[in-house]
């Protein structure tokens, strides 16, 4: 098993420009979720989806949207790209229950120019 | 909606010493308390966990600690290695649905000297 992937890993934008990010997991999860990791700020959760079809804003959702058509895929999308946006974006999965075990991708580095 | 302190932000210590990382939390329904390890450009591994029924954990050097009263948790590790130096996260989740989110804190920076 793969476990969770995401495409690309490293990635360069300029001010305005658009970029999809996806995510992948053949753990059969119901739960995916998008972080955003910045120096001294932690992990924090930008959207996440409870199941194929549904999704829900995190903590910092503002500039970003995501879509969960398939129950493996989840894809996190910035239509206008901001300096500001410049992190690495984590994606991860997990079985929802009552403890939430969350597995983590790898990570995509990106910069805004 | 949940919060979680982390402390210290960094943390060194020799090799062989114990490593000591605190955070509290401020929702009394949260349940479960997991640890994560994230070596230096890697992704976070889930190394230790707690649920609220239980006051302690051990998994060969690292256990944790929950004390629900006091809304806090520790993360213990005995005799460091280098390979123990990352970056640590505590998390706080709640039961079931949105609440099934993680709350994670700032982060631990653990340096071990050899």
């Known amino acids: 098993n793969a476990g969770v992937t995401q495409t690309p890993k490293f990635r360069v934008l300029k001010t305005g420009q658009s970029m999809t990010l996806l995510c992948a997991q053949d753990?059969?999860?119901?739960?995916m979720y998008w972080y955003r990791q910045d120096p001294g700020m932690g992990l924090r959760l930008i959207h996440y989806s409870v199941g194929e079809g549904t999704t829900a804003k995190g903590e910092v959702p503002d500039g970003y949207n995501v879509s969960r058509l398939k129950k493996q895929n989840f894809l996190l999308g910035l239509e206008s790209a901001a300096p500001s946006q410049t992190s690495v974006y984590f994606c991860?999965?997990?079985?929802?229950?009552?403890?939430?075990?969350?597995?983590f991708g790898p990570g995509t580095r990106l910069t805004v120019l | 909606g949940e919060n979680v302190e982390q402390h210290p932000s960094t943390l060194s210590v020799q090799e062989g010493d114990s490593a000591v990382i605190k955070c509290t939390y401020s929702?009394?329904?949260?349940?479960?308390f997991p640890w994560y390890k994230q070596e230096l450009g890697k992704r976070p591994q889930l190394i230790i966990d707690i649920r609220s029924n239980v006051g302690e954990k051990k998994d060969q050097r690292i256990a944790v600690t929950l004390n629900k009263t006091a809304k806090h948790f520790s993360l213990h590790i005995t005799e460091t290695q280098p390979e123990d130096s990352a970056v640590y996260f505590c998390a706080a989740s709640i039961r079931g649905g949105s609440q099934g989110n993680l709350i994670f804190g700032k982060g631990t920076k653990l340096s071990v000297k050899p």
């Open positions: 991860a999965s997990g079985s929802g229950g009552s403890y939430n075990e969350q597995f």
């Open positions: 929702d009394s329904a949260s349940n479960y």
């Open positions: 753990m059969n999860h119901e739960y």
